[in-house]
């Protein structure tokens, strides 16, 4: 590295190498300075001049340049003294071998002084740190002079100071290491330092009490440090108090995150960023009939960091009102949801259903699609976040018993924070509407829309239970059938009740028996129930493990990463045993479809309170 400094002189003459005496040392301290020094280049110590020093010759001044007195008379002993200058170590820094330089210590500095002036010839001297030495250009004599003097030395160390600090800048984000190439030329090796890492912050103080009625809370946020193992979090409610926990496959560890006594949880799911969970609780006794609980208590919107850390309750509905179908956005900054309230008095039924959105940044709230059925009808629930910006809805009947597929998917663009009040005004996902539209999942970048429906002029439990898998892109596209259950004979007759994730390679859905009289749950001994997985382009199906009972009557998983690990290695499903009447959460390689690990097998009860719910994975 080079740093070019031009000085010029107004006064005097450039003072030749015989003015003073050829003195190597310093008989002040000692030190090495150069031949035609004046002064020592360390302490400030003059050098005594030669007796024969010839007169100096003056020149014409140059206009706009300052005078700079050089010899022994400008500074006395005493002054000298006073202007000694530490000495500064020096960062070894590299040099480019095409700039010819006097040879210094080894790793010193060198400081390039260019021409004596703009327009008069000269070669280039160099000043080494180290030896004090300049060369002997035209220009040379001249700086060494200068050099010698208190202004210089003063000047000589800001640079030299100016010099260390922009390398010491500059050099903070690597290591440089001199190597020489096979030309001799200089390489500069990078080496990067590894950041330290983010360490988990604690929780500021949440609150737990509901918010006034109609009103949210913005979410309160810390980060936590994260690890690579997977981790399926699950709602066990089995001992009469839910309880969150998390299990590590690696370790086969589990965890309690926090226990909720006094509360029924339902709808938990794990955050985008895999650091918090996300569910509804209302007060109650999992273990009770549905007509022991407490009647016209709120639902409550809460959420609790993985580690146990920050319970805190972000909304509360109308004690007469039910919240269902949430799904948070995948940057945390938005939840939907919709609340309704029913009523029923024997003969006509009437319902006040909201799409809430609520922003988890701000605190905010709005409805943004109310609807008042009187006598029936229908109306947009919360399907999945296909990004952050954009909410897919499904049309749902409140009119007739589930399970039933809606007629329709829809887009909805939460920017534009409008409120709704007609279908029409929604983007219609093409080709996402034909009849027994069962199960729906969105591909991770979000352009296409996976469904499991029931093939052209069938009528799912009525036709003979059989169902396909179709892709259908969001935009410019046109629908294409990923698998046709029964169309030959390497494919068995399925009815596809969930498509529990797409990953960035395959599907992965869920399958139960059916019959043609008997809708879901029959014995039609061609079908196959179980958990199968096949490639995006319908290639590869393979049965990953067997399985008892109906998939209908369980949440829709409301992002991948619910049923199937991050990096889609496993996937957690429910599995029933019809002989034992008990049911457990199951844990089964995506690739082989080993042995399953069971988790939380608990008996099954009559009362209609589901004790274990699949929250999602997560990595710790």
């Not at 360390?42 to 206009?63: D, I, V």
């Amino acid at each position: 590295m080079h740093l070019h400094l031009s000085i010029f002189s107004t006064n005097t003459h450039p003072i030749s190498r015989k003015d003073y005496s050829p003195m190597l040392f310093c008989p002040h301290c000692q030190r090495q300075n150069p031949d035609d020094a004046g002064f020592c280049a360390f302490c400030g110590y003059t050098l005594t001049p030669l007796p024969e020093a010839t007169e100096r010759k003056t020149t014409a001044s140059t206009p706009g340049k300052a005078t700079v007195a050089t010899g022994q008379s400008a500074i006395s002993h005493a002054e000298a003294a006073e202007e000694r200058i530490p000495n500064i170590g020096i960062v070894p820094l590299p040099t480019p071998t095409s700039t010819q330089t006097v040879p210094g210590a080894p790793g010193t500095t060198q400081i390039n002084l260019p021409a004596s002036a703009p327009g008069t010839p000269g070669t280039p001297g160099t000043f080494s740190a180290a030896t004090g030495k300049v060369a002997q250009g035209s220009m040379g004599k001249t700086a060494s002079g200068f050099l010698q003097t208190a202004a210089g030395k003063v000047i000589v160390g800001a640079i030299v100071a100016a010099v260390v600090v922009t390398a010491a800048v500059r050099a903070a984000p690597l290591l440089t290491k001199d190597t020489k190439g096979s030309q001799g030329a200089s390489n500069v090796q990078q080496v990067h330092i590894k950041p330290t890492p983010r360490l988990t912050e604690k929780v500021p103080p949440t609150e737990t009490s509901c918010p006034p009625t109609g009103q949210a809370r913005p979410m309160v946020s810390a980060y936590l440090a994260q690890g690579k193992s997977d981790n399926l979090v699950y709602v066990d409610s089995s001992s009469g108090a839910p309880v969150l926990k998390r299990y590590d496959v690696k370790t086969q560890q589990t965890s309690t995150v926090i226990t909720l006594p006094q509360s029924l949880v339902s709808h938990p799911q794990v955050s985008g960023n895999g650091q918090w969970v996300l569910f509804t609780s209302t007060p109650g006794n999992p273990l009770a009939g549905y007509d022991q609980q407490p009647k016209n208590v709120p639902t409550k919107v809460q959420m609790v960091r993985l580690d146990g850390q920050g319970l805190q309750t972000l909304y509360c509905s109308n004690p007469n009102n039910s919240l269902s179908n949430m799904v948070v956005s995948p940057d945390n900054s938005h939840i939907a949801f919709s609340e309704e309230h029913l009523n029923f008095d024997g003969q006509t039924l009437t319902d006040d259903a909201h799409l809430n959105i609520l922003d988890t940044r701000h605190g905010s709230l709005y409805d943004a699609y109310p609807v008042h059925i009187n006598g029936g009808g229908t109306f947009p629930a919360p399907l999945a976040w296909v990004d952050n910006t954009r909410l897919a809805v499904t049309i749902d009947d409140v009119q007739v018993a589930s399970p039933v597929p809606p007629d329709g998917i829809y887009l909805m663009d939460m920017m534009q924070k409008r409120v709704y009040s007609s279908t029409d005004q929604l983007q219609k996902i093409p080709g996402a509407d034909t009849p027994f539209d069962w199960s729906d999942a969105f591909s991770p970048d979000g352009k296409t829309l996976y469904t499991s429906q029931c093939p052209s002029g069938q009528y799912g439990i009525g036709g003979n239970g059989v169902s396909d898998i179709e892709a259908h892109p969001l935009t410019n596209g046109q629908s294409r059938t990923i698998l046709s259950s029964g169309s030959q004979q390497s494919t068995p007759d399925m009815l596809i009740t969930s498509i529990m994730a797409v990953t960035n390679t395959n599907i992965i859905f869920t399958t139960a028996p059916a019959s043609p009289a008997g809708g879901p749950g029959g014995t039609n001994p061609n079908q196959k129930a179980g958990t199968w997985s096949v490639n995006l382009d319908g290639t590869g199906l393979k049965q990953l493990s067997p399985s008892q009972g109906s998939g209908f009557g369980q949440d829709k998983p409301a992002s991948s990463w619910q049923a199937v690990s991050r990096d889609a290695q496993w996937y957690a499903s429910m599995a029933s045993q019809a002989t034992t009447s008990t049911s457990s959460i199951q844990i089964t390689s995506t690739q082989d479809g080993a042995t399953p690990i069971k988790l939380a097998t608990i008996s099954n009860l009559n009362n209609g309170n589901p004790l274990v719910f699949l929250a999602g994975w997560t990595q710790m």
